[in-house]
């Protein structure tokens, strides 16, 4: 079984991949992590990327800037548009061969842009992370270091969280009480083991 979490920027889906992870037993992979891979001298996004035009974006030692490709990034949406076509593909590629390779066990994939890549199908059971937006501009404030305007863009430039929600299985809301947070966990956990078991 699948299972993808997603969800907007600083809404927690990291901390509700990893918890989810460890009451389920299950494998738990990050498609930004797979990216950073994929983006690393010699991986196969490397090499199509600066085939495709992404050699200006390569610093003094060969690697790619992710600085200055995520600050163009923001700015340029065919370069958006053409890094994803690229990664996309690969990231879910992963993610399936994964599950192919442990058939019992299930797998948790932290998938960002999980309904925009149009690959949700390839998930048995999507799950959206969802946070107040006060609260989400105070983690990503303390944790990228930013202003709350950048933060606000990046929000304004995403899929609406309702819309992820809605589309979605289930709803984890992830707000200011850890606590609560870890209950709605705990109710889904036994829901999702009843059917992998089933």
Same mark, same amino acid.
């Given at each position: ?8 920027? @600083?809404?927690?889906?990291? /901390?509700?991949?990893? %918890?989810? #992870? ?8 990050? =498609?930004? &992590? ?7 001298? @010699?991986?196969?996004?490397? /090499?199509?990327?600066? %085939?495709? #035009? ?8 060969? =690697?790619? &800037? ?133």
């Amino acid at each position: 079984m699948i299972i993808g979490v997603t969800g907007g920027i @600083g809404s927690g889906k990291s /901390t509700v991949a990893s %918890r989810l #992870g460890k009451l389920l037993s299950a494998l738990v992979l990050n =498609a930004d &992590d797979i990216c950073r891979e994929l983006l690393e001298p @010699g991986g196969e996004g490397y /090499t199509r990327f600066v %085939r495709s #035009g992404g050699e200006r974006f390569l610093d003094g030692g060969g =690697a790619i &800037d992710r600085r200055r490709l995520r600050e163009e990034m923001f700015r340029n949406a065919a370069l958006k548009e053409l890094l994803e076509s690229i990664l996309h593909p690969l990231v879910f590629k992963k993610i399936t061969e994964t599950a192919e390779q442990n058939p019992q066990t299930a797998i948790i994939a932290e998938v960002p842009l999980l309904f925009e890549s149009g690959r949700y199908q390839l998930f048995d059971i999507v799950i959206s992370v969802f946070s107040p937006r006060e609260r989400v501009l105070e983690r990503v404030v303390e944790r990228d270091k930013v202003c709350p305007e950048a933060v606000l863009e990046i929000i304004a430039a995403q899929m609406p969280p309702e819309e992820k929600n809605r589309r979605a299985d289930y709803v984890i809301e992830n707000g200011f009480d850890l606590q609560e947070t870890e209950k709605q966990l705990a109710a889904l956990a036994a829901k999702l083991r009843q059917r992998i078991s089933g």
